[in-house]
């Protein structure tokens, strides 16, 4: 990558190393290595309306923002241990990493402030739950729910061998 940036206050050292590695991977899974080395990419760990997002900021530019304080329990209402909630925040990224692809490769576009997939606007209103049932219909995000899955396996298998060589 031209620019990796990662931000955020009082972050441990295992997340930082984790996301570093997630975003590698799942870039290097779903893009041909001369296009992960023209992107520019920082991650934001910060409060934020969302658990994820990802910005188009322009050629190559993109911003994730996660909102690591929202990751605290499942959907359950069970709290995660600590390393299991570093494990959530891993796979969110690379989610998020899977929009970068679909941004890359014309599926997701902004215009007008709106976003399109494959050149359709889904709007989703109504109330909160409605709202987030719809949203989780989106085809972008079945697609990015698809993709995390196997950045997740690939993240495991490289983060095992790191361990393994004494990296991490």
């Given amino acids: 990558m031209r620019r990796f940036k990662i931000t955020g206050r009082h972050l441990p050292q295992t997340l930082t190393t984790a996301a570093t590695v997630m975003a590698a991977v799942a870039l290097n899974r779903c893009m041909k290595r001369e296009d992960v080395d023209n992107l520019d990419l920082v991650i934001?760990?910060?409060?934020?309306?969302?658990?994820?997002?990802?910005?188009?900021?322009?050629?190559?530019?993109?911003?994730?923002?996660?909102?690591?304080?929202?990751?605290?329990?499942?959907?359950?209402?069970?709290?995660?241990?600590?390393?299991?909630?570093?494990?959530?925040?891993?796979?969110?990224?690379?989610?998020?990493?899977?929009?970068?692809?679909?941004?890359?490769?014309?599926d997701l576009t902004i215009k007008n402030k709106k976003l399109y997939h494959k050149g359709i606007h889904y709007h989703v209103n109504g109330d909160t739950e409605t709202r987030l049932q719809r949203y989780m219909d989106l085809p972008f995000e079945k697609e990015a729910r698809g993709e995390e899955e196997g950045h997740m396996l690939a993240f495991l298998i490289k983060w095992k061998q790191l361990q393994t060589e004494g990296i991490v």
């Fill in 44 to 106: 934001r760990f910060k409060h934020h309306t969302d658990e994820g997002e990802t910005f188009f900021l322009g050629k190559n530019k993109y911003e994730i923002i996660v909102d690591h304080h929202r990751i605290t329990h499942d959907s359950w209402g069970r709290e995660y241990e600590p390393d299991e909630r570093i494990a959530k925040i891993v796979n969110l990224i690379g989610h998020e990493v899977a929009h970068i692809w679909q941004y890359h490769k014309g």
